[in-house]
């Protein structure tokens, strides 16, 4: 049984599959593992320290994925580095197959079994392989300090003989994990901080972080939140309530972060051009739904945008920007799920393709693509 655990091709992903620790229990688990040279540079893992873990660093991506039955990526491999996976080959990593049909048909047709972490079920037993807990943590901890860095003025009061410097008023859009640990961040850093969610249970959890809940509590309101626990679109005539509340709320921010996502939508624009222009000169937007088209008008993907004195800052990949700790994470979420894919009397792959973890995230399995959401519509 082998596991390749290859080097990112995207300029912007610094994270990787698996980390020594991990190398470690794969080899535990009777696994030979496979190390492209390079892999975790990014992540300050050098090729040693793989090597000192028992991997075997192979020069290329080819030799890496020649007759690994499992193969470990962050990313979605293009099309091209599909080539010399061995039929039945085992995929795992972030897919993001919402809407790419052509990618996903290049998977079927490279015969490869692909996983896509992000649709792991958000059920007790699954939660140690949250990939999209694990790193939206980190990116809304990341986001806050990306904040007081753009921000250029103190985040905490301060009592000085000189004066009293006024708290950082820190507004968080979205109060899901990324936004959780935004408020907690934030709030330990000594802001005054408010947050909205349109997910009744989210009020609770942004009080109980010491956070000012604002929010329109309607009847819409109060059925915003699918069974698994996402927010769920809500009416026009609710975000025009909603985007009132919240423009005369921004106005008065020195620092707004967004984090809404909405799984297979595009993000959804909460601030706009004429909110932004409300705000202080000096203040900060930190959009973390840039890659999904972002909540705020104005953010330009990996940019930062300098609008009448206001900053909006769009960074890709923001746990990426905490690439050590990122990939512990995610090598540790991507172990806890192989580890189920494993016989370990036999020491080799026995997938249970009726298990639930299974059906819910497999893309593609013997040359089609096999997941209910994404059929080919022609």
């Not at 961040?185 to 972080?209: F, M, N, W, Y």
């Not at 309607?218 to 609710?238: H, I, L, R, V």
């Not at 932004?276 to 940019?303: F, H, T």
Request: proline fraction near 4%.
């Amino acid at each position: 049984m082998r596991v390749a655990v290859l080097s990112e091709t995207d300029k912007v992903e610094t994270r990787v599959a698996a980390t020594p620790e991990t190398v470690k229990k794969y080899i535990a688990l009777g696994a030979d593992a496979v190390v492209q040279s390079g892999a975790g540079q990014g992540a300050g893992i050098s090729d040693a320290d793989y090597e000192a873990a028992g991997a075997v660093i192979a020069p290329t991506a080819t030799d890496a994925v020649k007759d690994a039955d499992i193969v470990l990526k962050v990313r979605r491999p293009a099309k091209t580095e599909l080539l010399g996976y061995k039929p039945g080959a085992i995929l795992i990593g972030i897919m993001d197959p919402y809407g790419q049909d052509a990618a996903l048909k290049a998977l079927a047709a490279a015969k490869v079994s692909a996983f896509s972490m992000e649709l792991m079920p958000r059920i007790t037993r699954a939660q140690v392989m949250d990939v999209l807990s694990s790193q939206a943590n980190l990116a809304g901890y990341r986001a806050v300090i990306d904040a007081t860095g753009e921000y250029g003025r103190a985040m905490p009061m301060m009592m000085t003989a000189a004066g009293t410097v006024p708290a950082a008023r820190v507004f968080i859009m979205g109060a899901g994990v990324a936004g959780l640990q935004a408020i907690a961040t934030a709030r330990r850093l000594g802001a005054v901080v408010t947050a909205t969610d349109v997910r009744p249970a989210a009020k609770e959890q942004v009080e109980s972080l010491g956070a000012k809940f604002v929010a329109v509590e309607d009847e819409e309101f109060k059925q915003a939140e699918t069974a698994g626990g996402y927010a769920k679109e809500m009416s026009a005539e609710y975000q025009a309530k909603q985007a009132a509340l919240v423009a005369a709320h921004i106005a008065k921010q020195d620092i707004v972060i967004t984090t809404a996502l909405i799984p297979g939508r595009p993000a959804p624009k909460l601030v706009s051009r004429a909110m932004v222009e409300s705000m202080k000169p000096g203040s900060v937007v930190i959009d973390l739904a840039v890659e999904r088209g972002g909540n705020c008008e104005i953010a330009v993907p990996g940019q930062v945008v300098d609008h009448h004195g206001v900053k909006i800052v769009g960074h890709l990949n923001v746990p990426g920007r905490l690439a050590a700790s990122a990939s512990a994470l995610y090598a540790r979420n991507l172990y806890a799920f192989v580890e189920t894919l494993i016989d370990r009397e036999t020491k080799s792959v026995a997938v249970k393709w009726d298990d639930e973890l299974v059906r819910a995230t497999c893309l593609t399995r013997d040359g089609a693509i096999v997941h209910t959401a994404f059929q080919p519509t022609a």
